[in-house]
């Protein structure tokens, strides 16, 4: 018996349609100690560092509860009491994490709720306590070929990068130490140049330079 061929053009559109409805773009992550780096220098940096980070999305197509995102980007800033990663052994236990939203200021209000919705969803961890969201211009340009990355919320929120070179290895015995803080479609360190966040709502203000502490990534919902 010859199987009709027509249901399965409704399946595979069907597929097509449900594809195109998701959301992608880039992501940019960078924590206050090293990602990149050797065992030894992961431990010492473990009671001590490792409680901030600054993490931003930008939507290159789709949208969220229906609602088109394209283009706009959307940032949290997070603080935690203790470290935010694992030693790859035991599960990171960062305690209480208080976090600032950043809305690209050219959203409507529609679309300020969807991308509230979408980031909740997205770091579902990281977004339990937000202090304040904040609606501000913002700007996050990636190239993943060269990972030179930059990402700036006004004056609130900074990260740049760069490729991370051999003479960046300073034990010889470096490797991805701490994953990501969200689930990424694909994802690689990369040498932070800068990063900053300056604004009053964390309790907590900080610049760092030249550290091996940030991801550059695509992700897809």
Not at 96 to 107: F, G, H, M, P
Not at 131 to 158: G, N, W, Y
Request: charged share 25%.
């Amino acid at each position: 018996m010859r199987q009709s061929l027509l249901p399965l053009c409704i399946l595979a559109l069907a597929a097509a349609s449900a594809d195109a409805a998701q959301i992608r773009g880039h992501y940019i992550e960078s924590r206050t100690c090293d990602v990149y780096t050797g065992p030894c220098f992961a431990n010492a940096e473990m009671a001590l560092a490792g409680r901030e980070a600054v993490m931003a999305w930008k939507v290159e197509e789709g949208g969220w509860n229906d609602v088109a995102l394209d283009g706009l980007s959307v940032g949290v800033v997070l603080r935690s009491e203790r470290n935010l990663g694992t030693d790859g052994v035991f599960p990171a236990e960062p305690g209480r994490i208080d976090s600032v939203v950043l809305v690209d200021e050219r959203a409507t209000s529609t679309q300020e709720s969807a991308l509230l919705a979408f980031v909740k969803h997205s770091a579902p961890k990281y977004t339990e306590n937000i202090a304040r969201v904040l609606r501000v211009p913002m700007t996050l340009e990636i190239d993943h070929a060269t990972c030179k990355a930059r990402f700036s919320a006004q004056d609130i929120a900074r990260i740049e990068t760069r490729k991370l070179e051999d003479f960046d290895c300073i034990c010889s015995n470096e490797l991805i130490y701490y994953q990501p803080l969200n689930e990424l479609l694909t994802f690689k360190p990369a040498y932070t140049l800068t990063q900053s966040f300056q604004g009053r709502e964390l309790d907590s203000r900080w610049t760092l330079n030249n550290t091996r502490s940030a991801f550059l990534a695509t992700f897809r919902n």
